[in-house]
């Protein structure tokens, strides 16, 4: 079983949607969540972090966290074309160790 | 957010010749940097471990001595690909690690090898 676990799409929606992306994971050790948007041929950019359990927003974005089923979420509210990217989730259990990466969701957000 | 420099963007080498790619935490001091190797359509592949003053760390299946990583400083951190050939195109990226386990990602490299 993979440590993290991330459907690849693609996924499409029309603009203004509500986009609702997420991971499971298997190790209940990891901490640290953070989400990625990545555009084609550029690094992957940091959009949301949270350690341990709860929600966190950023404007239209929100993170959720839910430990006891080993499941994170990404909300994305009045979805827009620049959003289209693939988006990834990243954690890790503590200081020192690796990240551990989904696989990455492609998303389409259309005019 | 913090802001990882990755130099350069995009190289065009020919086979046999090295090339050298720098990676440079702007405004942090990065405990440790990872270099990653991405294929079209694909997710990261983890290439090597990087901690200041010490070896990097590579993941199975990374010959190192084609991949030399050196970790000069806190800042910054090199991935030189030896005598490259056609089959190490690909987009290196690298990404640094805040003493929060917050990690930031240079812009990546676009490596082509003719």
């Known amino acids: 079983q993979k440590e993290v676990e991330q459907d690849p799409g693609p996924l499409s929606v029309p603009e203004g949607a509500i986009v609702s992306l997420n991971c499971t994971y298997s190790n209940s050790a990891f901490q640290y969540f953070m989400w990625y948007r990545q555009y084609s041929r550029k690094g992957p950019e940091l959009l949301m972090y949270?350690?341990?359990?709860g929600n966190k927003e950023d404007g239209r974005f929100t993170a959720q966290v839910d430990k006891s089923s080993k499941y994170i979420s990404l909300f994305i509210r009045d979805s827009q074309p620049s959003d289209s990217a693939t988006y990834l989730c990243?954690?890790?259990?503590?200081?020192?160790?690796?990240?551990?990466f989904g696989t990455g969701t492609s998303l389409t957000v259309i005019p | 957010g913090a802001v990882v420099s990755q130099h350069p963007s995009r190289v065009i080498c020919k086979s046999g010749t090295s090339v050298k790619i720098e990676c440079r935490s702007l405004d942090f001091q990065a405990t440790t940097m990872f270099w990653y190797r991405q294929f079209p359509k694909q997710s990261l592949m983890l290439m090597a471990t990087?901690?200041?003053?010490?070896?990097?760390?590579?993941e199975q299946g990374v010959e190192k001595d084609k991949f030399l990583i050196n970790h000069a400083s806190l800042t910054l951190s090199t991935l030189t690909v030896t005598s490259a050939h056609p089959e190490d195109s690909s987009f290196y990226i690298c990404?640094?690690?805040?003493?929060?386990?917050?990690?930031?990602f240079g812009s990546g490299t676009q490596l082509s090898v003719l």
């Open positions: 990087s901690n200041e003053g010490s070896k990097a760390t590579y």
């Open positions: 949270t350690y341990s359990s």
């Open positions: 990243a954690m890790s259990a503590r200081t020192g160790n690796q990240f551990y």
């Open positions: 990404s640094a690690r805040t003493t929060i386990e917050k990690l930031f």
